[in-house]
């Protein structure tokens, strides 16, 4: 039976059946995964953008020397053995004063009245009198941050309704918030300090920051490059320039293969027995989270530098040996410099990676409150002595508090991990396409 080219028959309508098939499945999978990116970025952002707004009250606080330096001669050491409790009467009469010169009624209790002000300010205004002493018995103008309720109340995230069954706070006090804040005195506004503060404890929320959590990641990141990028890109250089070919070295490739794999918390559970129990490093330092992370990063920058050296064409080592070039000049002359591209671009891969690894830092112990910056903020006391905390565990660590402030918060830092992710993965593809060679 003849047919004819310009007719389909049965077999070409299933088959083009089939393909038209086949792009609506794809189609509809990547605008599932579209759907999927987008719920969970708007989820992430409808909750963590207000974190990097804070509200704070502007007070004028008389510094009052009969209570902050009762001997008058303005002895450092006297001066700071005067706690916060004696600096939070002076910021409560500073507000019943601000609402006395407003015209503003205040139906509430001196203690009420205190607590629309942040705990942590107390310790703010305690700083900065005992940085210059020379401000005790003068009226100073201070921001201080506004209690973790009436915060949230600007936010939206607390009404008139849910106050009525808040302990933390009511509707008077919310009253009293708004119409300083129509007057000027309570103001929301974009607060650095998210970036700089270190963490705060469950009494005051508002003075939570990423501060000590971002110089953590900060000095792991350091720990991983220093030593995973010459360990992994010499590892690859020899296993794909310099080792035979033979079981041995077949067994070795499986097996960085296979690390690769293996789920991060095996990580930790190693790092546990050999850098803490064996070794006797510090718990919880970002030394011993960096070389656990190392472990973990080294299969991936092995696996991404092999693929880049097998890119570079053979004619190009060839062509080098040819010209009386030895082994290790055509390799380190033409070879590496040519396969740089791929080698950075996986590196920077592997330290995003690694940036964003919670469980292996959970069981070395990286869960600890951190309320201070290491010591003198000297390199050595934050890598090898004192405690520390990174960005992905005090995201886990804030999601474990009861407070809704944290929860803001914490969604607050997964914005802060997923821009230092984008700009390190935009880095990469700049490097990519900037020096990659098309053959």
């Given at each position: 039976?003849?047919?004819?080219?310009?007719?389909?028959?049965?077999?070409?309508?299933?088959?083009?059946?089939?393909?038209?098939?086949?792009?609506?499945?794809?189609?509809?999978?990547?605008?599932?995964?579209?759907?999927?990116?987008?719920?969970?970025?708007?989820?992430?952002?409808?909750?963590?953008?207000?974190?990097?707004?804070?509200?704070?009250?502007?007070?004028?606080?008389?510094?009052?020397?009969?209570?902050?330096?009762?001997?008058?001669?303005?002895?450092?050491?006297?001066?700071?053995?005067?706690?916060?409790?004696?600096?939070?009467?002076?910021?409560?009469?500073?507000?019943?004063?601000?609402?006395?010169?407003?015209?503003?009624?205040?139906?509430?209790?001196?203690?009420?009245?205190?607590?629309?002000?942040?705990?942590?300010?107390?310790?703010?205004?305690?700083?900065?009198?005992?940085?210059?002493?020379?401000?005790?018995?003068?009226?100073?103008?201070?921001?201080?941050?506004?209690?973790?309720?009436?915060?949230?109340?600007?936010?939206?995230?607390?009404?008139?309704?849910?106050?009525?069954?808040?302990?933390?706070?009511?509707?008077?006090?919310?009253?009293?918030?708004?119409?300083?804040?129509?007057?000027?005195?309570?103001?929301?506004?974009?607060?650095?300090?998210?970036?700089?503060?270190?963490?705060?404890?469950?009494?005051?929320?508002?003075?939570?920051?990423?501060?000590?959590?971002?110089?953590?990641?900060?000095?792991?990141?350091?720990?991983?490059?220093?030593?995973?990028?010459?360990?992994?890109?010499?590892?690859?250089?020899?296993?794909?320039?310099?080792?035979?070919?033979?079981?041995?070295?077949?067994?070795?490739?499986?097996?960085?293969?296979?690390?690769?794999a293996v789920p991060s918390i095996?990580?930790?559970?190693?790092?546990?027995?050999?850098?803490?129990?064996?070794?006797?490093?510090?718990q919880s330092s970002p030394l011993?989270?960096?070389?656990?992370?190392?472990?973990?990063?080294?299969?991936?920058?092995?696996?991404?530098?092999?693929?880049?050296?097998?890119?570079?064409?053979?004619?190009?080592?060839?062509?080098?040996?040819?010209?009386?070039?030895?082994?290790?000049?055509?390799?380190?002359?033409?070879?590496?410099?040519?396969?740089?591209?791929?080698?950075?671009?996986?590196?920077?891969?592997?330290?995003?990676?690694?940036?964003?690894?919670?469980?292996?830092?959970?069981?070395?112990?990286?869960?600890?409150?951190?309320?201070?910056?290491?010591?003198?903020?000297?390199?050595?006391?934050?890598?090898?002595?004192?405690?520390?905390?990174?960005?992905?565990?005090?995201?886990?660590?804030?999601?474990?508090?009861?407070?809704?402030?944290?929860?803001?918060?914490?969604?607050?830092?997964?914005?802060?991990?997923?821009?230092?992710?984008?700009?390190?993965?935009?880095?990469a593809i700049y490097l990519r396409?900037?020096?990659?060679?098309?053959?």
């Open positions: 039976m003849k047919t004819s080219l310009l007719k389909l028959d049965t077999r070409t309508k299933k088959r083009n059946a089939a393909e038209a098939r086949f792009k609506a499945y794809g189609l509809t999978a990547i605008i599932i995964a579209m759907l999927a990116l987008l719920i969970l970025l708007t989820s992430v952002l409808g909750n963590g953008l207000s974190s990097f707004r804070q509200t704070f009250i502007t007070l004028n606080v008389e510094l009052v020397e009969d209570k902050l330096d009762k001997s008058g001669v303005r002895d450092l050491e006297v001066m700071s053995k005067v706690t916060t409790i004696s600096y939070a009467p002076l910021l409560r009469d500073a507000l019943i004063a601000e609402l006395d010169e407003r015209g503003i009624e205040n139906p509430l209790s001196n203690r009420d009245l205190g607590d629309m002000i942040s705990k942590e300010a107390a310790a703010t205004v305690r700083n900065r009198v005992l940085a210059n002493p020379d401000l005790v018995r003068q009226t100073i103008t201070f921001d201080v941050l506004a209690s973790g309720r009436i915060d949230a109340f600007f936010k939206g995230d607390v009404t008139m309704e849910s106050a009525v069954l808040d302990s933390n706070t009511s509707p008077e006090a919310l009253t009293i918030a708004q119409q300083l804040a129509d007057a000027g005195v309570i103001e929301t506004k974009f607060n650095w300090n998210f970036f700089v503060w270190p963490d705060a404890s469950v009494q005051r929320p508002e003075a939570a920051g990423l501060g000590v959590a971002i110089l953590g990641s900060l000095y792991m990141m350091i720990v991983v490059l220093v030593l995973a990028l010459p360990i992994g890109v010499a590892s690859s250089i020899y296993l794909e320039e310099f080792a035979p070919k033979n079981r041995w070295t077949d067994l070795i490739e499986v097996n960085i293969s296979n690390l690769a095996v990580y930790g559970i190693l790092g546990l027995a050999i850098f803490i129990n064996f070794m006797e490093f510090n011993v989270g960096g070389l656990v992370l190392t472990l973990m990063t080294l299969p991936t920058i092995i696996i991404s530098t092999r693929a880049a050296l097998k890119s570079v064409p053979p004619s190009i080592r060839d062509a080098a040996l040819g010209v009386g070039a030895s082994k290790m000049q055509s390799v380190f002359h033409h070879v590496l410099p040519l396969a740089a591209p791929g080698i950075l671009t996986g590196t920077i891969i592997g330290l995003a990676q690694a940036l964003g690894e919670t469980a292996p830092l959970l069981l070395i112990g990286m869960v600890a409150f951190v309320r201070e910056y290491p010591a003198a903020y000297t390199p050595e006391a934050g890598l090898f002595g004192e405690a520390s905390t990174a960005l992905p565990v005090q995201v886990f660590n804030w999601t474990q508090r009861s407070d809704p402030a944290f929860v803001e918060r914490a969604s607050g830092a997964i914005i802060t991990l997923l821009v230092f992710l984008l700009i390190m993965n935009a880095v396409r900037r020096f990659e060679r098309r053959w």
